[in-house]
């Protein structure tokens, strides 16, 4: 496979600010979302899928048991709800992460283990509410 042909995965996140500290703050990262211990890119995705919801039930959105354990996995979450009192709490093997507010996303790293390593969503209303999502993994 010539150079050109290997596919590349990489997440860029730029934070400024004109006046959150006394001087301007400007930070950006960027990474390239490889294979557990090795320079190879991730080669997978579930692709961006979206749900929309309309009730406050807890549900699964990423099931530890249809991915592999010790892997790389990385996930994205998004609220895309444009009211800004609307949030999904998020929650990884019944631990609380926190909540997404209207147009708030997480990206984070996933040790998927089957049965104990859900990743869960919980709406905070039960008017029409979307999440956006997909998962990064290798096989």
Known sequence: ???ADVPRLQA???ITSPNLTN???SLTSTTQFKKAGTSVALDQTSGVGRK???ATSQYTLFDGADYSANKA???YIRNASLVDTEYVTIEVNSEGLGRLYAGDFMLMPWGATADTNDIKVTPSVSSSLTIEYAIFSEA
């Open 52 to 54: 929309t919801t309309t």
């Open 1 to 3: 496979m010539a150079f």
């Open 23 to 25: 001087d301007s703050l």
């Open 12 to 14: 860029s996140l730029t």
């Open 73 to 75: 996995h990385k996930v």
